[in-house]
């Protein structure tokens, strides 16, 4: 998948005790200004994320997402980062960079202890989010 549609580059996966932590780039073929709602409210992460309970799009607000659980955002720097820690998801942050003339890219981490989302199960939700842009 590369050009218009948007890429997935490989996710790496590390593990330091019960601690793991994926990490994705994704390549999205939209502006930085058009992809942010998509991670920071609650239609745009219920559209290719999770339904949102709660989302205060503020350091320390309060968030919650549906299968992930509740907790807070723990960084928050609009039109670039977002990172939301919920209490059976772990810590869930997004970073926008620009990518070329008129796309982003997300690097994505999600660290979490115990049982967390696979690596494919990440990969089908970032597919839902290319798709979410069409072309």
């Given at each position: 998948?590369?050009?218009k549609t948007g890429a997935i580059e490989q996710g790496t996966s590390q593990t330091h005790g019960n601690t793991h932590i994926l990490h994705f780039l994704?390549?999205?073929p939209r502006p930085m200004e058009s992809v942010w709602p998509a991670l920071s409210t609650p239609e745009g992460l219920a559209?290719?994320?999770a339904p949102v309970d709660t989302l205060e799009p503020r350091l320390g607000g309060a968030v919650g997402l549906r299968g992930l659980g509740s907790g807070r955002v723990t960084a928050w720097d609009v039109d670039r980062v977002a990172e939301y820690t919920v209490?059976?998801?772990g810590r869930i942050r997004f970073h926008l960079e620009r990518d070329g003339e008129s796309g982003s890219a997300l690097?994505?981490?999600h660290e979490f202890q115990g049982e967390g989302e696979t690596e494919r199960g990440w990969r089908d939700r970032f597919e839902r989010l290319i798709e979410?842009?069409?072309d």
């Open positions: 998948m590369t050009g994704v390549r999205l559209g290719w994320l209490e059976a998801g690097r994505f981490t979410s842009f069409g």
